[in-house]
């Protein structure tokens, strides 16, 4: 609240017990869900702005990924690969323009494909009806399981996926192994191999392409590295070396989610204090909250990315998250009253990138509505 109490012009602040009461609000499943669909409408309004017309086809990346917690948060829960208390998230980006398409919070000790087709295929009908056709997918390799890849051959997406070593797979990559040629490490060549493969849980065999990689550093018992990619694309659409570009380019979204991780810095604490006989304050669903504050999260980063992208334009050089924060977001104002105007004034090196920002902003195209 401000300080001079008979300054009646200024409204007072909104408090903690506000903010909480904000987000027991957006804790409500329809309100949850019209954050959800705020995330596609940004990305949708994003594109048709600087576009026109909505992209003809798109790639979708999955990912999962943890937010560390350290009180009694509802859903927090030890997770035995980070070794820490925290909520395991599973997030799902446009490949094009970097935008999340959705995020969903999940319990700490859940693994990185719990629930993913009831998560992953609604969200490709909402995207080809708002966005572009879904052409592909890409997930790690705690993704790809028989419900996610017969689910996606059945809507004819392609997918490419990384899986895990196995000594049936071992066995069969060891004849590519054993002719390898010498060593030249200043090289760091590449080979890849089309191999058939059908795990137990799958109904059918799948083409697994497997990729061998020079090690640069020295190591005289593995000079050579080597993983396995599962695809739906035969040999005759796409080789294994474009299989392997086009797999590599998740490190592009590895990138945007440390950034939403190191930027934004989502903390999700909502807990509610007990009372001393151990009653808790309120009857509110703690975990429905902290979801609705991760969809805050993703929305601020969508915005943040819009103006990055703007930025990116008008400058002709890349932008971080984090220097759009510093450099353009976060500038000192001084506001004045003169000649029935208010003025703004701000530093020179701010005004001159709020006037190519401004000059991007003038030139996209009004959403139709």
């Known amino acids: 609240k401000p300080e001079n109490k008979e300054d009646n012009s200024s409204k007072p602040l909104p408090s903690q017990p506000t903010l909480s009461r904000l987000l027991e609000i957006l804790a409500d499943p329809n309100n949850r869900k019209v954050l959800r669909q705020s995330l596609i409408q940004a990305a949708k309004d994003s594109i048709r702005a600087r576009r026109r017309h909505r ?3 798109c790639t979708i990346d999955i990912d999962s990924f943890p937010i560390p917690t350290y009180g009694h948060q509802d859903g927090s829960a030890y997770n035995g690969y980070y070794q820490y208390n925290c909520y395991h998230i599973l997030v799902a980006t446009l490949a094009e323009t970097g935008d999340i398409l959705d995020i969903q ?10 629930e993913l087709d ?11 009806a708002a966005i572009a056709k879904v052409v592909s997918v890409r997930g790690d390799a705690a993704m790809p399981s028989e419900p996610i890849l017969s689910g996606l051959e059945e809507r004819r997406i392609g997918y490419c996926f990384r899986i895990k070593s196995n000594p049936v797979l071992e066995r069969s990559a060891q004849p590519y192994l054993d002719n390898l040629p010498p060593y030249q490490p200043e090289s760091q060549r590449e080979w890849t191999a089309e191999l058939a493969y059908q795990a137990e849980s799958w109904s059918h065999s799948r083409r697994i392409a497997m990729v061998i990689v020079e090690q640069k550093q020295i190591d005289l018992f593995e000079p050579f590295n080597h993983f396995f990619l599962v695809t739906d694309w035969t040999e005759e659409q796409i080789s294994g070396s474009d299989l392997l570009d086009f797999y590599r380019q998740r490190g592009t979204m590895e990138r945007w989610i440390g950034e939403f991780q ?3 810095q989502p903390s999700l604490s909502c807990a509610s204090r007990p009372r001393k006989n151990g009653e808790r304050t309120t009857q509110r669903d703690d975990f429905a909250c902290n979801e ?3 969809l805050l999260y993703a929305l601020a980063y969508n915005l943040l990315n819009i103006v990055r992208r703007l930025m990116e334009k008008a400058t002709r050089q890349g932008w971080s ?3 759009v924060r510093e450099q353009v977001l ?3 104002v001084h506001f004045t009253l003169h000649a029935r105007r208010i003025w703004a004034w701000v530093a020179r090196p701010a005004a001159q990138l709020w006037t190519l920002l401004g000059r991007q902003i003038t030139r996209l195209h009004p959403v139709p509505t």
């Open 262 to 264: 190191d930027v934004l």
């Open 118 to 128: 009831d998560f992953l295929f609604p969200l490709i009908a909402e995207v080809e």
């Open 330 to 332: 976060k500038t000192a």
């Open 292 to 294: 609705a504050l991760l």
């Open 55 to 57: 992209f003809q086809q």
């Open 321 to 323: 998250l984090r220097r």
């Open 105 to 114: 919070l999940r319990q700490g000790n859940v693994s990185s494909a719990h």
